[in-house]
C-alpha cells in the first residue's frame, strides 16, 4: 500500500529558528514529491521535486530529495510568525495520484 | 488565472440526512481530485478523475459515497446518508494530464459538520 509519513507531528520554535521537516514514502511508479503549505484554508504549492540531490530554492524554504533512501526535507530558516501553518507532503505517481502525509504542523512563537 | 471553485463553503446536516459538494476545476485541467481532510490530518484521497473517467476510487466509501463527472468538466460528490465520522472539510483539486509543474491546484474547501 502507497504511504507518505511525515515527522514531526508538530514542532514549536521561535522566531529566527531554523527547522527541518521530515517526508518519507512508498509509493509504486513514483513521479514527484511535492511539499505545500495550508493555513486556515487550501493547501498552497511550495515545490516540487522530481531528482534527487537538487535543491530547491524560495526564499527561506528549500527542499531536497533523496529516490534512493525515499524521503526529502523542508527546511525553513530564520522563521518568522508568518511560517506558522500545517506543511504537507504529498507524493504523485505516473498515473497522477497523489497522496498526502499526515502534515506537521508548526508553530513559530515571537 | 481563475481557481478552482467549490460550493458550498460550510454545511451542517444531521446524521443520515444527503449533502452534496460541486467542484468547477480549472480550465483544461483534466484530471480532478476529492480528497477529505480530517481535523489534525492529511488530506486522504477520496476519488481521481482522468476526464470524465474514474482513474482511482479505491478508499471512497462506495456504500455511502458517490461521485461524477459528467462531461469532464465540473463534479459532484455526493454523501448519502451522513455519518458523524464524514465530518471533514472536503477538498476538490485538479491538474494537468502530464504531470503538472506546480502540482494539483485546490479549492477552498467545504466545510461539512454532521450533527
Known amino acids: 500500500e502507497d504511504k507518505v509519513v511525515q515527522s514531526p507531528l508538530s514542532l514549536v520554535v521561535h522566531e529566527g529558528d531554523t527547522v527541518t521537516l521530515n517526508c518519507s514514502y512508498e509509493?509504486?511508479?513514483?513521479?514527484?514529491l511535492l511539499w505545500y503549505k495550508q493555513e486556515k484554508k487550501a493547501p498552497t504549492f511550495l515545490f516540487m521535486l522530481?531528482?534527487?540531490?537538487i535543491e530547491k530554492k524560495s526564499g527561506r524554504l528549500s527542499s531536497i530529495l533523496d529516490k534512493k533512501e525515499l524521503f526529502s526535507i523542508l527546511n525553513i530558516t530564520a522563521t518568522q510568525t508568518g511560517d506558522s501553518a500545517v506543511y504537507l507532503c504529498?507524493?504523485?505517481?505516473?498515473?497522477?495520484?497523489?497522496?498526502f502525509g499526515q502534515g506537521t504542523t508548526l508553530q513559530v512563537k515571537p | 488565472e481563475a481557481g478552482v471553485a467549490q460550493s458550498p463553503r460550510y454545511k451542517i446536516i444531521e446524521k443520515r440526512q444527503s449533502v452534496a459538494f460541486w467542484c468547477n476545476p480549472i480550465?483544461?485541467?483534466?484530471?480532478l481530485y476529492w480528497y477529505q481532510q480530517i481535523l489534525g490530518q492529511g488530506p486522504k484521497l477520496l476519488i481521481q478523475?482522468?476526464?470524465?473517467?474514474?482513474?482511482?476510487d479505491s478508499q471512497l466509501p462506495k456504500d455511502r459515497f458517490s461521485a461524477e463527472r459528467l462531461k469532464g468538466v465540473d463534479s459532484t460528490l455526493k454523501i448519502q446518508p451522513a455519518k458523524l465520522e464524514d465530518s471533514a472539510v472536503y477538498l476538490c483539486?485538479?491538474?494537468?494530464?502530464?504531470?503538472?509543474?506546480?502540482?494539483?491546484?485546490f479549492g477552498q474547501g467545504t466545510r461539512l459538520t454532521v450533527v
Open positions: 483539486a485538479s491538474s494537468l494530464v502530464e504531470g503538472p509543474r506546480r502540482g494539483a491546484f
Open positions: 509509493v509504486t511508479n513514483f513521479r514527484s
Open positions: 522530481t531528482s534527487s540531490g
Open positions: 504529498a507524493v504523485g505517481s505516473n498515473t497522477g495520484k497523489l497522496i
Open positions: 480550465s483544461g485541467h483534466a484530471t
Open positions: 478523475f482522468q476526464n470524465n473517467g474514474v482513474v482511482d
